[in-house]
């Protein structure tokens, strides 16, 4: 009990949300690791998948290198990249992009291979080029399913970017590894909490995105109140 009152104590004292080492920089912090990860993986992962969706080729090396991808231990990744390319911000961008990578792939892909063929069939009978098909029919089309994997990716990024702190950076990871390092275990808790609000928090935004952005439904748009029919429609002919 004491572990969790300690953990409130320090979250209720002003002091600790301001500073170079404050929550709110640590936060910032956390949130510029996580971008900079989900930037990288995306320029990487969405085209790829869109190319392998549309043109149907290639679906089987995708799923072997997204799984191949999922399989890295990121800790032991980060470690090795530090041993080649030194400490900075590098080596664990580079292995979180290995946590972000495979649900963007799986997403772009998925989203664009479900389209449904006779609407890709249409838009060829009205001589829209493969270009075209696949950037304004698939695409919108797929909004959703992309979506939903930028929210995964998201996630699991979030919830690995601790490991940042693991190389002498900053990010919410520094209550943990500082906790652990000095039998703060308070520290440890107030940093795994952050964490998991924070990736709360972001997943609740953009699951309202995944919502939003269903195709044909228009949900951000209020209903047009039904108008009354005049009252001399309304009588019956005698």
Same mark, same amino acid.
């Given at each position: 009990?004491?572990?969790?009152?300690?953990?409130?104590?320090?979250?209720?004292?002003?002091?600790?949300?301001?500073?170079?080492?404050? !929550?709110?920089?640590? !936060?910032?912090?956390h949130?510029?690791?996580?971008?900079?990860t =989900?930037?990288?993986?995306?320029?990487?992962?969405?085209?790829?998948?869109?190319?392998?969706?549309?043109?149907? %080729?290639?679906?089987?090396?995708?799923?072997?290198?997204?799984?191949?991808?999922?399989?890295? +231990?990121?800790?032991?990744?980060?470690?090795?990249?530090?041993?080649?390319?030194?400490?900075?911000?590098?080596?664990?961008?580079?292995?979180?992009?290995?946590?972000?990578?495979?649900?963007?792939?799986? @997403?772009?892909?998925?989203g664009?291979?479900?389209? +449904?063929?006779?609407?890709?069939?249409?838009?060829?009978?009205?001589?829209?080029?493969?270009?075209? =098909?696949?950037?304004?029919?698939?695409?919108?089309?797929?909004?959703? =399913?992309?979506?939903?994997?930028?929210r @995964?990716?998201?996630?699991?990024?979030?919830?690995?970017?601790?490991?940042?702190?693991?190389?002498?950076?900053?990010?919410?990871?520094?209550? !943990?590894?500082?906790? =652990?390092?000095?039998?703060?275990?308070?520290?440890?808790?107030?940093?795994?909490?952050?964490?998991?609000?924070?990736?709360?928090?972001?997943d609740?935004?953009?699951?309202?995105?995944?919502?939003?952005?269903?195709?044909?439904?228009?949900?951000? %748009?209020?209903?047009?109140? +039904?108008?009354?029919?005049?009252?001399?429609?309304?009588?019956?002919?005698?």
């Amino acid at each position: 009990m004491n572990l969790f009152l300690d953990a409130w104590h320090y979250f209720t004292d002003g002091a600790n949300w301001s500073g170079p080492s404050g !929550i709110g920089t640590r !936060i910032v912090q956390h949130l510029w690791y996580s971008f900079l990860t =989900i930037a990288v993986s995306a320029v990487i992962a969405v085209p790829l998948g869109l190319i392998i969706g549309h043109t149907r %080729r290639g679906a089987a090396v995708l799923v072997g290198f997204a799984n191949a991808m999922r399989a890295l +231990p990121t800790l032991g990744l980060l470690t090795f990249l530090v041993l080649l390319l030194g400490l900075g911000l590098v080596p664990p961008l580079l292995a979180l992009v290995t946590v972000g990578i495979p649900p963007l792939l799986a @997403g772009a892909y998925a989203g664009i291979a479900n389209v +449904p063929a006779d609407v890709v069939d249409a838009s060829r009978a009205m001589g829209m080029t493969e270009r075209q =098909i696949l950037f304004r029919v698939e695409v919108p089309n797929a909004l959703p =399913i992309l979506l939903t994997g930028l929210r @995964g990716a998201t996630l699991q990024v979030v919830a690995t970017a601790t490991i940042a702190a693991y190389v002498n950076l900053g990010g919410l990871g520094r209550y !943990i590894f500082d906790g =652990i390092s000095l039998y703060r275990y308070d520290r440890v808790l107030v940093g795994a909490l952050l964490v998991a609000v924070l990736a709360m928090v972001l997943d609740g935004l953009l699951a309202f995105a995944v919502w939003a952005s269903a195709p044909g439904v228009d949900r951000l %748009r209020r209903a047009p109140r +039904p108008v009354a029919a005049p009252a001399a429609e309304l009588q019956t002919t005698g």
